[in-house]
């Protein structure tokens, strides 16, 4: 399967997940309070770090590695099922010093219960790499799409009763059982009792998964030390708020990055060696992941609060003010996020590993000097810590490939220019008596969203003649 085929059918999936998100947070948002949402994000903080070492970087060897034989994919298995085990007999035992550091006793059964998806995920982790490593995405995303849509119907029917933060976690536990039942069903490989460690196998992937997972664990820190902090100095409303600002942040990351990055890793790593191929694959890919991402995130910092009057409700007024800043850094992390593939299929975990190493150093610092002031000044901060990790990292990773960033920022300077001519078009339409004559935020969020949308997409076609070309090629003939 090419990059187009694979791209699309995790987009496919990715397109469905975020439905599911979408419902998760307009929905879900008005019948769960912020404070049991501030418990979910308590517990995902502990989540994520277990998710992070549960495969300690072996699915993407897997993928990564130009040959492999069965005696390691067994042995990845085995050590996966056992980190898994030990991972929620961890968090079962450490679940009330977690709720305790917290100030929230509910926390505890919420990591009680949460902590079954470790063992289960985990038997299923080297069946979904195998099937990654084959680009067959059709099937992984077909499974992925119906795991996800009975999650949801997990989660509405128990928020409907009232069972509070509880139906985000059962949405977790049916998601991950029913995803591993149909993993193991398509995947024609089986583990061996026989041959349950292989070492000398292990220890050809040791250089890279080590440094891959030392890079998630440093990863984990940049991406949940701002909960650990506001959780811990700041009212359980206020988490609630910032992440809920922090989900609708992640979207693009989730919804382009990702389908971006999941799909180019098997084929970077196909042509690891050849820079040209990967250069120009991985231009194209930012170039696009920019046109759509820039205009989104840049809209919704200007209209956050219609945006999340409109969407969530007024009592989440504190999410607006916080998107005005997490908006923008969703563009830088767009970009950033997409850089890992690159130093992986290169195989050089190392060098990621050393600029994860920068970026948590800003990011941390952002926060503990934010935290002495207010959510929003917190936000800020992060916005200008992830502006300087970003060029650092983006030369290093051009210069591995035999690029310039200058090169790249130049082919993507047309979208910055395009999207500055929508901004512009929105202040000054804003301004209008008519404009300011709209009541309902309902139809003033809609006619700015189509005028803003209509602008850009003018421009773009008038500007970008890629996008002209393909859109006579498509539409004249």
Known sequence: MNLINS????????????IVQLVNIVYLARLIPPSEYGIMAMALVVI????????????????????IDDGIINSIFWLNLFMGLFIAVAIIFASPLIASFFHTPKLIYVLLLISLIFPISSSSAAHLA???????????????IFSALIGLISALILAYQGYGVYSLVIQTIVLNVISTILFWKISKWRPQLSMMFKFSGLKQIVGFSVNLSLFNFV????????????????????????????????FPLQSLTFVVSRSLLPILSHHQNDNAIIRKTYSNCVFSILYLVVPLMSGLAYLSSPFVSVIFGNQWTLTAEILKWLAPTAIIQAVLSSTGTVFIAKGRTDLLLKLGILGTFLYV???????????????????????LNFFPAMILMMRLIEGSLFTLLNKCFVIFFINFGMLAFLYFIDGLDFINAINEQVVYLILMISLGGGFYVLSSVLLIGKLRRFLLARFVN
């Open 7 to 18: 791209a699309k059918w995790v987009a496919f999936s990715q397109f469905f997940k975020v």
């Open 48 to 67: 994520n770090f277990g998710l992070l070492i549960r495969d300690l970087g072996t699915a993407a060897a897997i993928i990564q590695r130009k040959e």
């Open 130 to 144: 195998l099937l990654e490593r084959a680009s067959k995405f059709r099937v992984i995303s077909l499974i992925e």
């Open 219 to 250: 990863n984990y820190f940049s991406r949940n030390t701002d909960s650990f902090i506001i959780g811990r100095f700041m009212p359980s409303s206020v988490l609630g708020a910032y992440s809920l600002a922090y989900r609708v942040m992640l």
């Open 365 to 387: 610092l952002s926060f503990l000097i934010g935290v002495n002031f207010d959510i929003v000044t917190f936000s800020k901060l992060y916005f200008i810590a992830n502006v």
